[in-house]
């Protein structure tokens, strides 16, 4: 196979041996490229049975995906930036100077990441969920039998009943969801095997994981009571402190995937964080004054400036474009889990969320201007705000419309967050909320709750210039990510779950890097705000 000029750079598969020359040859057995001068080395080992055939003989058992764009050639490239197999004349044209592999490289790379994922959905996420599944007929049961002992309640009976039967409702609904759930999982991992067996490149290079999405799992219910007795209780003053709708509330902690069955591997792997992040895609945006991205799916992603919200794919192509109500750029923008738009408009003082095309206003916040936003596991929302005269900041937890939660001082009674000033806020897996206080040139993670958990204030590296956190996200490791664009430091921080500095992402010719988010398989995307462009980054191994 001849190598193209300009795959020179990239990573190609080499001969096993030398690592060098291009392999011509394959041991089936082996399960190895070599070259014609090292096979002869390889057959040394007398001990071993070998089988070494020519790699077109193995090529050609493989199903070759169609070019796109050129019907009648086959895809021998893959290209990583556009995420899609590529022919030859693709390669000098479209392709110039994008980030391409062979696509017997990317084959097998992309072979182990389906094998991964197979081994994910059926030791770990499978299982789980039919944990969860089990659990709910018992605690229906346990409800019902409550139910009947109430009587003793006398003028509360009706009352606590009736709560018990909205709580049996709402479990109803869980089964139903993890019941198609467990559906979907079924179907993915009957496909996976499928795909694997036909070692088919173009089926391979079509794949898509879902188990990011499956990871997500429902709440663990838990229905537990407080102390029921004859007295008088008063319900809404129970429900404005638990979050809750009824005195039965629900103990709810989202399920660990890492949290398996006996003898079960431990999934997703604890990754490596890479030595030298590479960035592998490089969106164009156009904006003025580009401030923030956020992925709606793995393929798309929505980025915020000037005036307008714009929604780019990996080729830079522009596929639809939002106005605000006021004409003036939102503070921050997030995605539902159905996929709409959310943003905050600090000038009107509303949440508005973008459904087809059309913007509704979600919550008015009154003399209350937003800042960040994100979404919660729960599909909720943590904004975090100012009053009018800067001199309060504190951040509200919504579901839907109403508010549940407000998060502003420690438990000594001090402000959490300094007033005024950007902020930007993100949920951890661990239901940590994070936000970035620039004014404060610190990050402040609170527990689910709204205990104060730390404070991270720059590296230890960091003596002379400033840390000046602008937008966070963290990844499926509960990793958190600063951007951090003061002066010179062009730098995204890297922390651990319990606010430890792990390293600086620095050497991607970063400039400005403002908005910051993560897609379903931790590449990290960087908006920014010096050259208007979105860079998507790899910093797992």
């Known amino acids: ?62 199903n070759y995906p169609k070019c796109r764009r050129h019907h009648t050639k086959e895809c021998d490239h893959y290209c990583q930036q556009c995420d899609i197999p590529i022919c030859t004349r693709c390669i000098s044209r479209k392709h110039l100077g994008h980030n391409k592999v062979d696509i017997l490289f990317f084959f097998k790379s992309k072979t182990k990441t389906l094998q991964s994922d197979l081994c994910e ?69 009957a496909a996976l095997k499928k795909i694997l067996v036909s070692e088919d490149i173009r089926l391979i290079s079509e794949y898509k994981s879902r188990n990011a999405e499956f990871r997500k799992m429902p709440p663990n219910l838990r229905v537990s009571l407080t102390n029921f007795g004859p007295r008088e209780i008063n319900i809404d003053q129970l429900i404005e402190e638990f979050d809750s709708l009824s005195a039965l509330y629900f103990k709810t902690k989202e399920q660990d995937y890492s949290m398996l069955t006996k003898g079960a591997e431990s999934f997703p792997p604890d990754r490596s964080l890479m030595d030298v992040p590479q960035v592998i895609t490089v969106i164009n945006t156009g904006y003025k004054y580009l401030h923030g991205v956020i992925c709606l799916n793995d393929e798309n992603v929505w980025t915020n400036g000037d005036d307008s919200i714009k929604l780019f794919n990996l080729q830079s192509e522009l596929v639809q474009s939002i106005h605000t109500k006021t004409g003036k750029e939102p503070r921050d923008i997030a995605v539902t889990k159905s996929g709409d738009l959310v943003y905050t408009d600090y000038h009107e003082r509303t ?15 009154g003399h209350w201007k937003p800042h960040g936003v994100c979404i919660t596991s729960s599909d909720g929302l943590l904004v975090v705000m100012d009053n009018d005269d800067d001199k309060q900041t504190r951040v509200v937890r919504y579901s839907g419309s109403k508010k549940k939660q407000r998060i502003q001082y420690n438990d000594k009674g001090r402000p959490l967050y300094s007033s005024g000033g950007i902020k930007y806020i993100t949920e951890n897996k661990n239901l940590d909320i994070c936000v970035s206080d620039w004014k404060a040139d610190a990050v402040v993670v609170v527990n689910q709750a709204g205990e104060h958990r730390f404070t991270y ?67 990290l995307f960087v908006a920014e705000n010096d050259t208007d462009r979105v860079k998507k980054i790899q910093y797992y191994v």
């Not at 949440?351 to 916040?365: A, F, G, P, R, Y």
């Not at 400033?466 to 890297?494: E, G, K, M």
């Open 121 to 189: 959905l059926e030791k770990s996420i499978y299982p789980k969920y039919q944990e969860t599944a089990s659990s709910i007929p018992v605690q229906k049961a346990d409800l019902n039998e409550l139910s009947k002992k109430l009587t003793s309640l006398n003028k509360r009976e009706d009352v606590w009943n009736k709560e018990i039967q909205t709580i049996i409702k709402n479990l109803n609904k869980m089964e139903n969801v993890i019941a198609h759930t467990v559906s979907e999982i079924r179907h993915s991992i």
């Open 457 to 523: 204030t720059g590296s230890p590296t960091t003596t002379v210039v400033f840390f000046r956190p602008y937008d966070i996200t963290t990844d499926s490791q509960s990793r958190i990510l600063v951007a951090d664009c003061y002066l010179h430091n062009n730098r995204i921080h890297i922390l651990d779950i319990d606010g430890q500095f792990l390293r600086y992402i620095d050497n991607c010719q970063l400039l400005g890097p403002w908005g910051v988010c993560v897609d379903t398989r931790d590449n």
């Open 351 to 365: 949440v508005n969320v973008v459904k087809n095309t059309q913007v509704e206003t979600l919550i008015s916040v």
């Open 1 to 62: 196979m001849t190598m193209d000029p300009e795959d020179s750079a990239q990573e190609v598969v080499c001969c096993i041996l030398c690592q060098d020359s291009v392999p011509l040859m394959y041991c089936e057995v082996c399960d190895i490229h070599l070259c014609k001068d090292c096979v002869e080395k390889h057959l040394l080992d007398v001990y071993k049975f070998h089988n070494v055939i020519p790699l077109k003989q193995y090529w050609g058992e493989l």
